[in-house]
């Protein structure tokens, strides 16, 4: 009964591979979010979606493309992965009207070799 | 969004109340302040809000001073699994674009 979910917990590649890290929430939540955490723990915002249509984005490179295919599923590709794509990578939803309440799932954390 | 000021750490024993303070000078008056925590291989687990009056819920308590330009987060008995990261943020009204500083590492002590 997990409300956020995110798969795998742990993703180790290579430099250059192209990698998709899945998100889901069964909490009926309209908006969803991707966050990467860096090393020094900096949780910065990378995408959002409402309703499956995109209101955010980040400045993030465009080796990172979001696809939601309905709302309760945010998942994240990364075509060329490179060493400073290493983070934590978190996705979490909010209710409508609740923007700054979120719910995050457990993470992905990223090492690129 | 305003920058807010948190100690990087403090130890708390077990059982009593954790104090943890949050300054934020530049807050303006629509911003509200937002805690949260994360615990070690966790993601971050939404706490307590408030705009200018003090907030209670079943994880802690808010206390945000008349001027607002600071606030405690109270932990009324601390527990070992109370021991995280703790993060004080002002976000807007409208606001949903969390980011995450420092924080404050508490560690709660038996």
């Known amino acids: 009964d997990t409300a956020v979910s995110q798969t795998p917990k742990y993703l180790v590649t290579q430099m250059g591979n192209d990698k998709s890290i899945k998100c889901e929430q069964n909490l009926g939540h309209d908006t969803m979010y991707w966050y990467k955490q860096d090393s020094k723990k900096f949780l910065k915002i990378m995408f959002s979606?409402?309703?499956?249509?995109?209101?955010i984005n980040e400045t993030v490179p465009n080796r990172f493309s979001p696809k939601s295919p309905d709302k309760a599923h945010l998942n994240l590709h990364i075509n060329s992965l490179e060493l400073g794509d290493s983070a934590v990578y978190f996705c979490a939803s909010t209710p409508r009207g609740q923007g700054a309440i979120q719910y995050f799932g457990a993470g992905t954390r990223l090492s690129v070799l | 969004d305003a920058k807010t000021t948190q100690p990087p750490s403090m130890d708390c024993a077990e059982g009593r109340a954790a104090n943890l303070p949050c300054n934020h000078s530049t807050i303006s008056g629509n911003e509200y302040v937002y805690w949260y925590r994360q615990i070690h291989s966790q993601g971050p687990q939404y706490i307590i809000h408030?705009?200018?009056n003090n907030e209670t819920n079943e994880m802690a308590s808010l206390i945000i001073t008349e001027d607002r330009k600071s606030s405690t987060l109270i932990l009324p008995h601390a527990t070992l699994r109370d021991t995280a990261v703790y993060y004080c943020?002002?976000?807007?009204?409208?606001?949903?674009?969390?980011?995450f500083g420092g924080g404050t590492r508490v560690l709660v002590k038996p």
């Open positions: 979606y409402n309703n499956k249509e995109l209101i």
């Open positions: 943020i002002v976000i807007g009204a409208a606001g949903n674009k969390l980011t």
């Open positions: 408030g705009l200018k």
